[in-house]
């Protein structure tokens, strides 16, 4: 706008003969209008400055959400005394379904909630969900029964967790490239940092306080996230999809709806052997307190188990993320397998454990690996879909998780109430992450054989091209002379 400026302004004092060299400098002028495009690919990202704030609030978003979620074993407890009696056969099964349809909700609407992200936008879909889910744990404190409290708590508080969580993942994006892995690894430690201290807290509020006014205490976290979530200022260039869609604000139903992910074989895969890992992973978080109180006594000091989750698993995120920073491509599986190998045997070892003492090795073990399993997730996504459908692919991914995630822990708490221990429900729970991470272990094999014959298409088009230029060089001389003889 001010060269244009300039060249009028400049026009009344130039004599007519210039003024046709001054319109000829006009037409070179456009060259520089394509800069701002490159300007927008070549986005810098601040790597710190506002970005830090935005990672101390997403550690608290997942030490909030996943924090409560972890320590629901002491919050089963409670309900069991609040809401049954020792007489009801299927009272750790319907109670169970309070925790698992919590958890299971949060991952089943992670595809929804990708959406909403893209469409809204990181700030207003996480603050809207903390909100949701401010309500949902608020109405919990006042129901007086299981039923509603499966909406209430299971439901209502879980999709407002959802919608808060996913947010604080995709906004580090915008701030971090070089250091992500780090500070990825610094924001899910948030979730290792609350479990550790959350049953402590919990057990002490549920003595003094009791039932329903720790919930309400709880939601003094979920007002603090709502407050964390509008630190989420998007800093990326956004290209605009006006012209394409006739100035409609929402993006195409192919951007909504990706389904270039599931065009990859390793992707379907991936996304068939981990939820068929996941039907047993719950089932310690849920019942391994009660089963302490069953075998050790109520004086056993339970909450020093999930306190030894919570540690290991966050020393696990820390190392094995930067582990898979030196493991090439989707080799990165193999870590994935071989924590499901670990947690599925430390799940059968629990009933095991006639020492307290053998029952802490085995929580270190499991949360260190559960740690691996849960950082190496994003990498893996990026080495099978590539960076433009990474974070569909992970939403996606997560829905499927929901299943396994809901069924576990009912189907454990109804062996233990047909049963009377907890003995085969633990050894049910380790079969299936042994069995999906052998199923894992197909991808790398099934990737390299992609790889090659990818390059085996590459060298046939090198060929052909190679050809096509070759008999284009030969018939060029050909039209030069003819073009001389004329």
């Not at 919590?102 to 089943?108: D, T």
């Not at 907890?422 to 052998?438: M, T």
């Not at 096509?468 to 030969?474: L, R, S, V």
Request: glycine share 10%.
């Amino acid at each position: 706008m001010t060269e244009g400026n300039n060249i009028q302004d400049g026009d009344a004092a130039v004599p007519a003969e210039e003024k046709k060299d001054t319109w000829d400098s006009k037409v070179t002028v456009p060259e520089p209008a394509a800069t701002p495009a490159t300007e927008e690919v070549e986005f810098v990202h601040p790597e710190g400055g506002w970005g830090w704030l935005v990672m101390l609030a997403a550690m608290w978003c997942n030490g909030s959400v996943f924090g409560i979620q972890n320590a629901f074993g002491i919050l089963f407890l409670s309900l069991l005394r609040e809401f049954g009696s020792e007489d009801d056969d299927d009272l750790r099964f319907r109670t169970a379904w309070v925790g698992s349809l919590s958890m299971g909700m949060i991952f089943f609407c992670s595809p929804i909630v990708s959406v909403f992200t893209d469409i809204l936008g990181c700030r207003i879909t996480a603050v809207g969900g903390a909100a949701v889910g401010l309500v949902g744990l608020l109405a919990s404190s006042f129901v007086t029964s299981l039923g509603p409290m499966y909406f209430t708590y299971g439901i209502v508080f879980a999709c407002g967790c959802s919608f808060a969580y996913q947010p604080s993942l995709v906004i580090l994006g915008h701030y971090f490239k070089k250091r992500l892995g780090l500070v990825n690894g610094i924001v899910t430690a948030g979730s290792s940092i609350f479990t550790i201290t959350l049953p402590f807290v919990l057990s002490g509020l549920l003595e003094k306080v009791g039932l329903q006014n720790t919930m309400r205490i709880l939601c003094i976290l979920m007002f603090v996230l709502m407050l964390a979530g509008f630190t989420y200022k998007p800093i990326l260039p956004v290209k605009s999809t006006n012209t394409q869609t006739g100035g409609r604000r929402c993006p195409p139903m192919s951007k909504i709806f990706n389904v270039n992910i599931w065009k990859s074989l390793g992707y379907r895969i991936w996304a068939f052997g981990i939820p068929a890992a996941l039907y047993g992973y719950f089932v310690p978080y849920v019942h391994l307190m009660k089963h302490v109180e069953e075998r050790f006594g109520k004086d056993a000091s339970k909450e020093v188990l999930l306190m030894c989750i919570g540690i290991t698993s966050g020393v696990g995120r820390l190392i094995f993320g930067r582990v898979a920073d030196y493991v090439n491509g989707v080799n990165k599986v193999y870590l994935q397998v071989s924590s499901f190998f670990v947690i599925g045997i430390m799940s059968m070892m629990i009933p095991l454990c006639n020492i307290f003492g053998g029952l802490i090795a085995v929580c270190l073990l499991m949360g260190l690996f559960d740690g691996c399993f849960i950082c190496i997730m994003a990498p893996v996504a990026f080495e099978l879909v590539g960076p433009n459908d990474v974070s569909q692919a992970i939403g996606f991914l997560l829905g499927l998780m929901s299943v396994p995630m809901t069924v576990g822990p009912p189907i454990a708490g109804f062996l233990r109430d047909r049963l009377g221990n907890y003995d085969v429900a633990f050894y049910l729970a380790g079969i299936p992450p042994i069995i999906g991470g052998a199923v894992l272990c197909l991808i790398p094999w099934v990737e390299a054989r992609r790889k090659r014959m990818e390059k085996e298409v590459n060298k046939e088009q090198d060929v052909t091209q190679k050809m096509i230029e070759h008999e284009k060089a030969q018939e060029d001389p050909q039209q030069k002379t003819g073009e001389s003889v004329l």
